[in-house]
Nanobody, 127 residues
Framework: QVQLVESGGGLVQPGGSLRLSCAAS????????VGWFRQAPGKEREFVAT????????YYADSVKGRFTISRDNAKNTAYLQLNSLIPEDTAAYYC????????????????????WGQGTQVTVSS
């Protein structure tokens, strides 16, 4: 198993930026694909972005494409989500999740594959 801890959330004005971090411990981080998800009150948890084990392949939800960037540093056992050009609709609790996979080059879109989740970090975009 692996433990995940998100950080970096906060209150930001529209158009601002934040960088979220997801620190992993417990097992070798490089065996997991990583995804970021978000959930606003009264809404379903939605996919935001994912990155393969190697970091070579990424995929983004249409709602954040061009504004958010997912990355990882396996040597530091940490994944990141850079949030730029934030809009109020981005307000949500953001979660990182890990999915074990033997394919280092494949990203995972199926939420059912993500078995390990962090506690979440709140992002609020408001003027």
């Amino acid at each position: 198993q692996v433990q995940l801890v998100e950080s970096g959330g906060g209150l930001v004005q529209p158009g601002g930026s934040l960088r979220l971090s997801c620190a992993a411990s417990g097992r070798t981080f490089s065996i997991y694909g990583v995804g970021w998800f978000r959930q606003a009150p009264g809404k379903e948890r939605e996919f935001v972005a994912t990155i393969s084990r190697s970091g070579g392949n990424t995929y983004y939800a249409d709602s954040v494409k061009g504004r958010f960037t997912i990355s990882r540093d396996n040597a530091k056992n940490t994944a990141y989500l850079q949030l730029n050009s934030l809009i109020p609709e981005d307000t949500a609790a953001y979660y990182c999740a890990a999915a074990r996979t033997g394919d280092s080059g494949r990203y995972i879109l199926d939420i059912r594959r993500y078995n390990y989740w962090g506690q979440g970090t709140q992002v609020t975009v408001s003027s």
